[in-house]
């Protein structure tokens, strides 16, 4: 049987990213902001320091950085994958991003049939 498809990947460059904030800050985590300030960019920040509520969404692990998102906005999309890249500019005002001179950048595709049906049930952010 194949494996469950990745909810949220990361391109090389994102990765790229998370290392050095990783190396500046420690360990980070994700959550892909649902609009108002910051649009709807992913926010990285130190793990630990954004609180997630009972109704967060674990989409997955970059690089061992956990990638969170609110339910709400994961109804709408649940049937995409999430591609996590970096474009030149300035990140969200609360995501380490900002000041590197690169910002996060969410790109999607949707899932296949066959890979919607080996999607696994989410994990809420409480749990996670």
Do not use: K
Request: hydrophobic share 40%; charged share 15%.
């Amino acid at each position: 049987m194949d494996s469950a498809p990745a909810r949220v990947v990361a391109t090389a460059a994102a990765l790229a990213l998370i290392g050095q904030l990783r190396q500046r800050h420690g360990p980070v985590m994700f959550f892909q902001s649902g609009g108002c300030c910051d649009g709807s960019a992913p926010m990285c920040y130190p793990a630990g320091e954004f609180s997630l509520s009972d109704s967060d969404v674990l989409l997955g692990l970059l690089d061992g950085a956990p990638f969170y998102m609110g339910a709400e906005q994961f109804a709408y999309w649940e049937h995409t994958q999430l591609i996590i890249d970096v474009v030149a500019g300035n990140g969200g005002m609360f995501s380490l991003d900002n000041g590197t001179g690169q910002r996060f950048l969410t790109r999607s595709r949707l899932f296949s049939d066959d890979e919607l049906r080996r999607l696994p049930a989410p994990t809420s952010g409480a749990r996670a």
